[in-house]
């Protein structure tokens, strides 16, 4: 063997090094692939997670929703003994059954304590109805009432409260919803509503962790896959240089900075960043979404029940006005017109409440027709301005736009009539019903130096009664 063919036999050929290119290139693209697949299961899991943590909540505010719901009817029906607010009531427990279907939504989730809280607040919510069904069978036994749901028969009243008049059961009833141990069974149930919640958000949390440090993990093998590719091929082409090396080191400039990728370079690099960019908006827009559906209404853009309950106990009451608005004959309006333009009426009046109150105030949605809205900020009492207000309100709600026309009835609290945080919401309530009892479509603002209810306002006359 001559020193020439000894020479080139120990060499590489360029076969034998095309043959490792290729190996390298099949062994860096698998790796790739599998990287993004990692990637979008990990994805999956996130939205997945991130559904059923909202469903979660939806499922314990819905308990305590309805919970709410048949405290307010049995008291209506107990104060002035209308049987509707009775039908409202056992449609609600036995027809509706938002409590039970909670539970069920709660059953296909991963939080057995949460479903064991839940199951506790349900059985304290049962308890509360024995003493809701007591408190409607005195008014049926007052008003003599023939005609009401079955599941009263099976209540027997004592031989002492049999025996009252008719106006001490009226008295009786009213008593056993509106004491003290019936709101503390109801605080009882929030509590269980609120330890589901915070449960939750701490679930939550640890699946985000979880899947950050599984996307930190997916990333840095996209990153040893780069490097592989850079030591691998770097002698090859300035081209590779141009369309995959300085994308791929921005690209995890962009990642570091929890930035979208620019979708440039090779097609196949494109193709990649396309991918992680529609994977990154969606999941910031998840977020985003999540963090927005859980404290707004979806009809009409207001806050909902937990954001009321949330910015209620952060606001410096004394320098707050609190208004609770009430449309007037809203359920004719569903039964004549439609849920379809019900629901329309709604959204014009949170639309026109949104117009004649600040950006800083805060519209909330409490209840089927029921909103609060938070003047803040209001140091001194300036009823005139908010009679302005509601005037202007009135108007607009009143304007001919193919929506039947509506009326308000608005019960007003500044936070220097009440004695505490928790009674301004009780105080504008029954400043509420005092305007619907004065014939609707009016305001009462609560006084603290006329019996909790002072000066009215009539939207049609322009004019304010003591």
């Excluded at 062994?27 to 059923?52: G, L, N, P």
Aim: include cysteine; proline fraction near 2%; glycine fraction near 4%.
């Amino acid at each position: 063997m001559t020193l020439e063919e000894q020479n080139m036999n120990k060499g590489i050929s360029l076969r034998t090094i095309h043959a490792l290119l290729v190996i390298v290139a099949l062994v860096v693209s698998c790796m790739m692939f599998y990287s993004t697949r990692q990637m979008s299961k990990s994805y999956e899991i996130t939205a997945s997670s991130s559904k059923e943590h909202v469903e979660l909540r939806k499922a314990a505010m819905e308990l305590m929703d309805a919970s709410d719901y048949l405290t307010e009817k049995v008291q209506r029906f107990t104060v002035d003994g209308n049987t509707a607010f009775m039908n409202d009531y056992f449609y609600e427990a036995f027809q509706l059954n938002r409590r039970e279907e909670a539970i069920i939504k709660m059953a296909h989730g991963r939080s057995n304590s949460a479903i064991k809280t839940l199951m506790e607040a349900m059985d304290s919510s049962v308890i509360l109805m024995r003493r809701e069904y007591y408190a409607m069978r005195l008014v049926v036994e007052a008003k003599g009432y023939t005609e009401y749901p079955s599941e009263l028969n099976s209540v027997e009243l004592s031989s002492r409260d049999l025996g009252l008049s008719p106006e001490a059961k009226m008295r009786l009833a009213t008593e056993m919803v509106l004491d003290s141990e019936y709101f503390k069974r109801k605080d009882r149930i929030r509590a269980k509503v609120k330890n589901i919640m915070e449960e939750l958000e701490l679930t939550a949390n640890e699946t985000d962790r979880r899947t950050r440090d599984s996307f930190n993990k997916e990333i840095s093998v996209v990153r040893i896959v780069i490097a592989l590719q850079v030591t691998g091929i770097f002698f090859l082409v300035w081209l590779t240089s141009r369309l995959g090396i300085n994308p791929v080191l921005n690209a995890v400039d962009r990642i570091k900075s929890n930035s979208p990728i620019p979708e440039v370079g090779a097609n196949e690099f494109r193709y990649l960043a396309r991918a992680y960019n529609k994977m990154y908006e969606v999941y910031k827009s998840s977020l985003e979404r999540l963090n927005f559906e859980v404290s707004h209404d979806p009809l009409t853009g207001a806050y909902n029940r937990a954001g009321y309950e949330l910015i209620a106990s952060s606001l410096d009451i004394r320098s707050t006005y609190m208004l609770l608005f009430d449309v007037d004959d809203f359920k004719s309006i569903n039964d004549t017109y439609g849920h379809d333009v019900g629901d329309k009426v709604l959204i014009k009046l949170v639309n026109v409440l949104k117009k004649y109150f600040r950006s800083d105030d805060y519209i909330c949605r409490i209840g089927g027709d029921e909103f609060v809205v938070f003047m803040v900020h209001m140091n001194e009492k300036q009823n005139s301005l908010v009679t302005g207000k509601l005037k202007s309100i009135s108007d607009a709600l009143s304007e001919d736009d193919g929506l039947p026309k509506v009326t308000v009835s608005v019960g007003v609290t500044h936070g220097t009539d009440v004695k505490g945080r928790d009674s301004i919401f009780e105080m504008s309530d029954r400043a509420m019903y005092k305007a619907k009892q004065n014939g609707k479509n009016k305001f009462t603002f609560v006084d603290s130096r006329q019996d909790e209810n002072g000066q009215d306002g009539d939207f049609q006359e322009g004019k304010r009664q003591s």
